[in-house]
């Protein structure tokens, strides 16, 4: 677990209730201002997060992605949030329940993170695989967490076309398993690291799935509280 995946399925469960309440309340967020037109309900993996076409990853967007997923805000949270877990419940057991454990499942976590993400990065520039999530918001609900699982597994090329994401199958499991040459005796098994690459595709969904209903939800909670001060200076 980790904290970005926790609060995917927070946000997940509160857009779940927010769609039963209030049915088609996250596509209607996002509908044209044109009268009649209903927003699509047909998943296009290959949709944008906006209405103009998303231009190709550059170079120095592929760095970026890279430290960004490695020591960003959110990154260094789950962090905290994974080690502290592992730490509590004392998994692995190799590193022990103490201060020190803590530091070393953090370190371990983010090294390997970081040779993930570099490994996803360079190798997809080799066949202009984009590593970047793009949101389907124009769909239903049911369409958008079904985008968000395909993604986990699949990327867009140049063109922006839908492909499978050879770089984070290679790179997830590749490095989870040359990880092996440094960690503590107990950590360093087969069985561990296929564990590490299953909770690792598993971060990327819940990581998908925040970014695709995060900005629904800022958006909503940012709208209602500046109505809200809206009300309250006009009294």
Same mark, same amino acid.
């Given at each position: 677990?980790?904290?970005?995946?926790?609060?995917?399925?927070?946000?997940?469960?509160?857009?779940?209730?927010?769609?039963?309440?209030?049915?088609?309340?996250?596509?209607?967020?996002?509908?044209?201002?044109?009268?009649? %037109?209903?927003?699509?309900?047909?998943?296009?993996?290959?949709?944008?997060?906006?209405?103009?076409?998303?231009?190709?990853?550059?170079?120095? %967007?592929?760095?970026?992605?890279?430290?960004?997923?490695?020591?960003?805000?959110?990154?260094?949270?789950?962090?905290?949030?994974?080690?502290?877990?592992?730490?509590?419940?004392?998994?692995?057991?190799?590193?022990?329940?103490?201060?020190?454990?803590?530091?070393?499942?953090?370190?371990?976590?983010?090294?390997?993170?970081?040779?993930?993400?570099?490994?996803?990065?360079?190798?997809?520039?080799?066949?202009? %695989?984009?590593?970047?999530?793009?949101?389907?918001?124009?769909?239903?609900?049911?369409?958008?967490?079904?985008?968000?699982?395909?993604?986990?597994?699949?990327?867009?090329?140049?063109?922006?076309?839908?492909?499978?994401?050879?770089?984070?199958?290679?790179?997830?499991?590749?490095?989870?398993?040359?990880?092996?040459?440094?960690?503590?005796?107990?950590?360093?098994?087969?069985?561990?690291?296929?564990?590490?690459?299953?909770?690792?595709?598993?971060?990327?969904?819940?990581?998908?799935?925040?970014?695709?209903?995060?900005?629904?939800?800022?958006?909503?909670?940012?709208?209602?509280?500046?109505?809200?001060?809206?009300?309250?200076?006009?009294?």
């Amino acid at each position: 677990m980790n904290y970005k995946l926790s609060c995917s399925i927070f946000l997940l469960a509160s857009a779940a209730v927010a769609q039963t309440i209030m049915p088609g309340t996250l596509a209607s967020a996002v509908v044209p201002d044109s009268a009649g %037109e209903a927003p699509s309900s047909s998943y296009n993996a290959a949709s944008t997060s906006s209405s103009d076409a998303r231009q190709p990853i550059t170079a120095r %967007e592929r760095v970026d992605w890279a430290v960004r997923g490695t020591i960003g805000p959110e990154s260094l949270a789950a962090g905290l949030f994974s080690a502290g877990w592992g730490t509590l419940v004392d998994s692995p057991k190799t590193y022990g329940s103490h201060w020190e454990g803590f530091g070393d499942r953090y370190g371990m976590r983010l090294s390997g993170l970081a040779a993930s993400n570099t490994a996803e990065a360079g190798l997809g520039a080799i066949w202009g %695989e984009d590593p970047r999530y793009n949101r389907d918001e124009s769909a239903s609900f049911s369409h958008r967490i079904g985008h968000a699982a395909k993604m986990t597994f699949l990327a867009q090329d140049r063109d922006g076309n839908t492909m499978p994401a050879y770089a984070r199958l290679i790179a997830i499991p590749g490095t989870n398993f040359l990880s092996n040459t440094w960690r503590a005796p107990g950590d360093d098994t087969a069985d561990r690291a296929a564990i590490r690459t299953g909770l690792g595709f598993l971060s990327r969904f819940g990581g998908n799935t925040f970014d695709e209903f995060w900005p629904d939800v800022h958006r909503r909670l940012f709208h209602r509280n500046r109505s809200s001060d809206q009300a309250l200076l006009g009294k």
